[in-house]
Nanobody
Framework: VQLQASGGGLVQAGDSLRLSCAAS????????FAWFRQAPGKERAFVAA????????RYADSVKGRFTISRDNARNTVHLQMNSLKLEDTAVYYC????????????????WGQGTQVTVSS
């Protein structure tokens, strides 16, 4: 499975942004997909995850109510809609795929995209 993240950019605080993760390979719907982010000098942190069928989701407390993860299994794509962006959301965002449930832990995900930069300015 190969993952390609896109949609990052420079926005102002309070704006919205939608990230996309396009996946190639088989059995897309078998995988849990997640978004992680990594700010300069910090460890990679969990943002959100979605189950294979899309019925289950999980969010980091810091993004609950602002971010929404979704997937389109017909198009092998996962999205992260980010609303009410804050300065502290600035990071490189990575999409990841795995089969170990809606895990918070990066090590549980086998496949990773290259990352897309999100910068939120005041």
């Amino acid at each position: 499975v190969q993952l390609q993240a896109s949609g990052g950019g420079l926005v102002q605080a309070g704006d919205s942004l939608r990230l996309s993760c396009a996946a190639s390979g088989r059995a897309f719907s078998n995988y849990v997909f997640a978004w992680f982010r990594q700010a300069p000098g910090k460890e990679r942190a969990f943002v959100a995850a979605i189950s294979g069928g899309g019925g289950g989701t999980r969010y980091a407390d810091s993004v609950k109510g602002r971010f929404t993860i979704s997937r389109d299994n017909a198009r092998n794509t996962v999205h992260l809609q980010m609303n009410s962006l804050k300065l502290e959301d600035t990071a490189v965002y990575y999409c990841a795929a795995g089969s170990m449930g809606l895990s918070y832990y990066p090590a549980q995900y086998v496949y990773w995209g290259q990352g897309t930069q999100v910068t939120v300015s005041s």
